[in-house]
């Protein structure tokens, strides 16, 4: 009887555990759906960190604290669970508050080539200056033959090279 | 041997076009630095101002009219009042059930239109506002921050009161108290 007992409980034994095993895994399975529904906080940081609030100048969005800046980070979560590129999310801001949310200006021509340009103009026009500036301009000898036009002196270094030679 | 000293004069200095250049490069740069500082330092559009013409899409559920999209030339003959709201702006909250109530006095006659105008904010709190409210002006987002820059808005809530001739005639900073407040503004531009 005992025996008999023994083998009636064997035989719930193992449907028991493979419902608990399927529970189990059920558990794990939905808390995995809901973590790849749902973006973290580091997916949305990685694009809000690249955004600026106009409300909120100079805080990128990822360290904003103004409820402004909260909504946004949500909005970028709910576009990000939506299945939107980072890409595209940050074209939507741009259209939605203009190119000045972002940190660094949209890759136009424009935007790195007129800086670029006026600062190889500066760069230019100061080297050309001060080279004239400082260097004399060569000139033209009476024996047609070109040589450095010689530098005046001053009252003071002449001086001072006399007092050299006297030393010598 | 003689060495030759036969030199010209010599021409030392910065040739003129480059000094030209630099100056005009300078004070190019001083009148950005200074237009900036002014815009800066200026406030809001001044009444007086004749405001120019802009474009305003509304969202869903707050057309005019059947339009998705309203210019303020549409309405002229008529009195507008410009909100800029947000939804994350506390202030806002203390007014707009007095706009609403504003809005339902004036809309009937058909002389005043309200026009709100959502500043740097996502639609779907911008909805839950309107729709905790009860507002049902025509309301839209300011894209690119286009309208509120033109207007050089200083924050949010700010009402702008533009008469029948498109010329912008009262500008109020911070929220309304109350529905009086309002009237005493529109009713004498309606008298005119």
């Known amino acids: ?124 026009l100061l080297f050309r200056g001060f080279r004239m500036w400082i260097k004399p301009m060569a000139v033209e000898s009476a024996s047609g033959e070109k040589e450095a036009a010689p530098i005046p002196q001053d009252d003071y270094i002449r001086r001072m090279e006399e007092e050299l030679k006297k030393r010598k | 041997m003689t060495e030759s000293t036969n030199t010209t004069p010599v021409r030392k200095g910065v040739p003129l076009w480059v000094q030209v250049i630099i ?70 909250e203390q007014e707009a059930a007095e706009l609403q109530r504003a809005w339902e006095q004036y809309e009937p006659t058909g002389e005043v239109i309200f026009l709100g105008v959502d500043y740097v904010d996502t639609e779907p709190d911008a909805r839950v506002y309107l729709k905790k409210f009860g507002i049902t002006f025509p309301n839209g987002p300011d894209l690119a921050t286009r309208i509120s820059q033109y207007f050089r808005i200083k924050g949010v809530p700010e009402t702008y009161f533009i008469d029948r001739d498109g010329i912008l005639q009262y500008v109020q900073v911070g929220p309304f108290t109350s529905l009086q407040q309002i009237q005493n503004i529109i009713d004498p531009m309606l008298a005119e």
């Open chain 1, 1 to 124: 009887m005992l025996n008999n007992r023994k083998l009636r409980v064997a035989n719930y034994k193992l449907p028991l555990a493979i419902l608990a095993v399927l529970i189990v895994s059920l558990l794990f399975a939905a808390a995995v759906f809901a973590q790849d529904d749902m973006p973290t906080d580091d997916e949305v940081n990685k694009i809000a960190k690249d955004l600026y609030c106009p409300v909120c100048e100079s805080t990128p969005l990822d360290v904003c604290p103004t409820e402004a800046c909260r909504q946004w980070r949500e909005l970028i979560r709910q576009q990000l669970a939506e299945g939107k590129s980072e890409e595209e999310i940050k074209q939507y801001f741009v259209t939605q508050y203009g190119a000045r949310v972002l940190s660094e200006p949209p890759n136009r021509l424009a935007s790195y080539l007129v800086p670029a340009l006026a600062f190889l103009a500066g760069v230019f």
């Open chain 2, 23 to 92: 100056w005009v490069f300078l004070a190019g740069l001083l009148v950005i630095v200074a237009m900036g500082l002014s815009r800066a330092q200026q406030g809001t559009i001044q009444p007086g101002h004749a405001v120019d013409d802009f474009t305003l899409p509304l969202f869903k559920g707050y057309e005019y009219q059947g339009a998705s999209e309203v210019k303020l030339s549409d309405f002229r003959g008529k009195v507008v009042v410009i909100n800029f709201w947000a939804s994350w702006c506390k202030p806002c």
